[in-house]
Every structure is written in C-alpha cells, then in structure tokens.
C-alpha cells in the first residue's frame, strides 16, 4: 500500500522535485543526491501525511527543508541556479512590466549572481516564487504569514532589481 | 531537457524502494535489538530477586535496592527510545518554521526533561551503592566520576557537532522572524 501511494506521488510529482534540486544544484550528482535525500524525506513522512495541506505544498515543505538543510551543512551548496528556461524567471524583476523578459545571457548571469547574494531563507523563497505558487501557499510551506510573505517577497524584489541596476 | 532525463535514469524506483524499506528495517532492527536488550537486562535482574527470595531464601534481601534499581532502569530504557525515536523520525514535512525550531530544540545542550533522566541515574546509583562492595560513598565517587568523564566527552562532541547546526537553525529562524 504504502509502496504503491509513494510510486504514484513520485510519478505525479518527478518534475516539481527534480526543478528545485535543479535550483539548488548545478551538477547532475548533485541534483541526484538531493533529489534522492527528498524521496528518502516522502518515504519517511509518508505515513503521517493527513491531507491537511495539498500534496504539492507537502512536497515543497519536504523539498525546500531538505534544500535548507543542505545548505546549513554545506557552504559550497547554498546557491540557487537559475538560466534562460527556468520559468517565472521575469517575475522576479518586473513588477511593473510583466511582459519584460530578461533574455541576455549576461542579464540572466548577473540576475543569478544577485540571487546568490540573497539569505538561504531569501533563496527558499525565491525558488517558491519561481515554481510559480501563490503567497498563500509559500506561506504553508514556509510557517509564516502571508502578509509576512508579500512583505519579504517585495523586499527581496527590490533588492535584486537595486542589484541588477548597480550592475548594468 | 538533458539535465532532466539524467536524473530520470539514474534512479530505479523500485531498487530505490527496497533500499529505503532496508533501511526503515535497519533502524526498526536497532530499536528491536536496544528493547531487547533492556528487556533482558531488566528480566533478568527480576529473576535474581526471584531466585534469591523464593529459592535460595535469602531473606536479607533490600527492597530498597532493587525498587531503586528496577524503576530507574525502566526509566532511563523508556526516556532513550522516546529520545532515539525523535531523532531518528525528523519530520520534513512541517513547515519551514517548525522544522527549524524542533532542530533547535533537539540540538539544545540541556533540555528540562533531561533532569529527569538526572533523578533516574541518581536513584540508580542509590540502589547499585546499597550493599555494594565498594561501599556506598565509595561506589558513588567512582560513579559519578565516570558521569563526569562522559559528560565532558559528550559536551566536545555536541559543541564541536550539534552546536553549530543549532546556531544555524537559530541564525534561519531569526531571517524568517525578521
């Protein structure tokens, strides 16, 4: 039974899981490992998933701590990566202008080295926002407020764009 | 996309799920072996007041002694596999906040029930000094100085180990706080 939900959550979930190992991690036997930690994490928790929360959010909850506790473990680990496919990816500078896409590689570059500056917590945040889930839901995964959220999110917002300004 | 069918094949999901039920029985085993354990150990020093009141009619018997010695055992077995079950089952799947602050507080060097476990080792030292051929004082200078030893070796171990993964968690629960 339990062998069976675990495969059917694995198989509906593969590519969220494997997204954030791919914003935490550059190389392949780093996204393996992490991505293998974070199954390890499902399989274990499993039994005291209720439904309370949606399966989505539990499966970010279970990535996002697995990619904290990294990060605490290991300096060499604590960067987010991020290139022309990662989607939402204008989100994160255009506010304003929705439809402003960020296209350059030297823009794409110099955006990912501002990330890199950001807090682990900041970081977290930033690949909720990129995976596209609502304040409320980044909310559940990360045990704040919503209010809370959007404040931190405009912050880290502003600070990237002031970054990506002193750059230019 | 490449990086994505890479990770794709390199896992086997069923092998994957056979390695993790391994290792769920792995640590079932421990906790098997370590109940076992404890449960002989305390049968086995039940079945000596047995065999020295009912067959050998030792009526000198303390039960001071043995109370002492039986409830601190059953304590400190029962205080152990709360402690190893909570470390070895961290949940994932709290929220941020939550996680954080579990670590912190199983990474803290001295948490309030730990004095409990003070209270039950001291009232086991009471029941080993009694009639002990050392002699009571005696026995509990050595005992206690064995504490100390590895008391001292397991405050190295948590401020060179724990300790900074505690101030990490401390440090990430402030960001979130802020």
């Known amino acids: 039974m339990k062998e069976e939900r675990f495969n059917k959550i694995v198989s509906e979930n593969s590519e969220r899981i494997k997204r954030i190992c791919r914003y935490y991690n550059d190389n392949i036997a780093d996204q393996q490992d992490m991505y293998q930690e974070i199954l390890t994490n499902i399989w274990k928790s499993l039994d005291k998933f209720r439904g309370d929360a949606m399966l989505s959010t539990w499966i970010y909850r279970i990535a996002v701590n697995v990619s904290i506790t990294y990060a605490s473990k290991s300096v060499k680990r604590s960067k987010l990566y991020v290139n022309a496919e990662t989607d939402n990816l204008s989100e994160l500078i255009a506010d304003d202008n929705p439809n402003e896409t960020l296209k350059e590689e030297q823009q794409i570059q110099d955006l990912q080295n501002a990330i890199n500056t950001l807090s682990v917590i900041d970081k977290a945040l930033i690949s909720l926002t990129l995976e596209g889930l609502t304040i409320k839901e980044i909310a559940n995964v990360i045990g704040i407020t919503e209010p809370n959220v959007k404040v931190k999110i405009h912050r880290i917002k502003t600070q990237l764009k002031e970054k990506l300004k002193d750059e230019s | ?178």
């Open chain 2, 1 to 178: 996309m490449d990086t994505n069918n890479k990770i794709n094949n390199e896992l086997d999901l069923p092998q994957f799920i056979k390695k993790l039920q391994k290792e769920d029985n792995f640590i079932g085993g421990l906790y098997k072996v370590l109940e076992i354990m404890y449960l002989i150990w305390i049968l086995l020093y039940l079945l000596g007041i047995i065999v020295g009141v009912f067959f050998m009619k030792d009526l000198s018997v303390n039960y001071l002694k043995h109370t002492c010695v039986l409830s601190s055992l059953i304590f400190i077995y029962l205080f152990l596999r709360k402690r190893k079950k909570e470390y070895q089952n961290v949940d994932y799947s709290q929220t941020t906040y939550d996680m954080l602050k579990k670590t912190v507080l199983r990474y803290k060097y001295y948490r309030k029930e730990d004095t409990l476990i003070i209270i039950a080792v001291s009232i086991l030292f009471i029941g080993l000094g009694l009639d002990n051929y050392r002699g009571f004082w005696h026995y509990q200078i050595y005992a206690w100085s064995c504490v100390i030893v590895c008391t001292i070796l397991g405050s190295i171990w948590w401020y060179f180990k724990l300790k900074p993964l505690k101030d990490k968690a401390n440090e990430l629960i402030k960001e979130i706080e802020e």
